[in-house]
């Protein structure tokens, strides 16, 4: 693929204690995606791709049209950024997946995500771990 249609995808992922019931192996996580076009045409998100997983090994594929209700069309120089969320069964686990993209001339092409941890933290400010 060329320079053209290039997406760079960053996550910062958050424990949400409040939202967590450890004593009901429920614990929440936030994600904030920051969805850049990075590439040097117009181009639009139409779905998304997550693969979930615990640290028991349980996967959940998640599909779906956009992120957050939107598909949002990105310029070459522009961003998106939204907040969502999961929950897992267990205080730590991975995420990963993809955006599918339509470009301004037509070219559909994939961005995939880069694997990331969800980690419950003892402490509102251990700060999280992503790996490139």
């Known amino acids: 693929m060329s320079s053209k249609y290039q ?3 960053v996550v910062e992922p958050q424990y949400l ?3 967590s019931q450890p004593e009901q192996s429920l ?3 936030a994600y904030t995606v920051t969805v850049t076009n990075t590439g040097e045409v ?3 998100l139409i779905s998304r791709h997550w693969l979930i997983n615990d640290a028991r090994g349980h996967c959940e594929e998640v599909k ?7 598909q949002p069309l990105l310029k070459p120089g522009e961003s998106f950024q939204y907040t969502s969320g ?3 069964r267990t205080p730590s686990g991975t995420m990963r997946g993809s955006y599918f993209f339509v470009a301004e001339d037509g070219e559909r092409f994939d961005a995939p995500i880069p694997l990331f941890v969800l980690e419950a933290q ?3 400010h251990t700060p999280a771990r ?3």
């Open 86 to 88: 999961c929950r897992l």
């Open 17 to 19: 204690a409040d939202q």
């Open 42 to 44: 117009a181009a639009q």
């Open 7 to 9: 997406i760079s995808i």
């Open 122 to 124: 003892a402490g509102p």
């Open 130 to 132: 992503v790996l490139h």
């Open 64 to 70: 779906g049209l956009g992120v957050v209700g939107q």
């Open 27 to 29: 614990h929440g996580f």
